[in-house]
């Protein structure tokens, strides 16, 4: 049996055939840490409640126990004399990283892109109209004036 949670972990993920890559994507954590947790190099990942985290979603992937990665963790930083984050191996039912992200109706996004699209439109006819009565209220202030110069028998209009 592997002595640190680090190679406990590596092992299983190996035995699953799963990719480091695959670990890191579906956590949604950078490459280093998966790489970190299985060398046993915390200092590679953020720290405090992060760690502990991202041990526990890393031991769900591969399908470890995380109570045992967990207490793995917290045993490890403890023989190092570092604080082990306030260790809570209560299991929280809150929402992990591996969730789905959670997705919109393609119906409802159309009938909002449909409802964004006339409030513009709409806008953008009401930004005409504002200018039309404003060009006509001021040419009613201004009329244009006509001049008419005659020159070799021809009227010239100018206005």
Known sequence: MAATIGEQLRLARQQRGIPLREISNQTRISMRYPEGIETDDYKRLPGGIFNRSFVKAYARLVGFDEKLAAEGYARLMRE????????????????????APATRSPVLTVFLAILILVIL????????????????????????????SEREGHKYFVS
């Open 80 to 99: 190092q004399g570092r604080p082990d984050d306030e260790v809570d191996l209560t299991p929280h039912h809150s929402k992990i990283y591996t969730d």
């Open 121 to 148: 439109t709409l806008a953008a006819l009401a930004a005409v109209h504002w200018y039309q009565r404003r060009s006509a209220a001021t040419s009613e202030l201004f009329p244009p004036t006509s001049v008419s």
